[in-house]
């Protein structure tokens, strides 16, 4: 049965908002290294790249699919 947090999870997940709270979470304990600022610029990208077009909403939309089919 799907809940209301599986699919919480999978919106967060398909957005990329999940690894940005962790990235955000880890700059503010004043853990700054290259690899997550370099990670930081990546999830920039993936959340402004999809949120500026249709193809976009389809892969948020495809990739929310694929992990609500998975088992919890």
Known sequence: MITRQHISDCFLEATGIAAGAVIIGHLSKGV???????????????????????????????EMAICLWQPF
Request: aromatic share 0%.
């Open 32 to 62: 700054v290294s290259k690899k997550i600022l370099k990670q930081l610029i990546k999830l920039t990208a993936k959340i402004g790249s999809r949120t500026l077009n249709g193809i976009g909403l389809a892969l948020i939309a495809t």
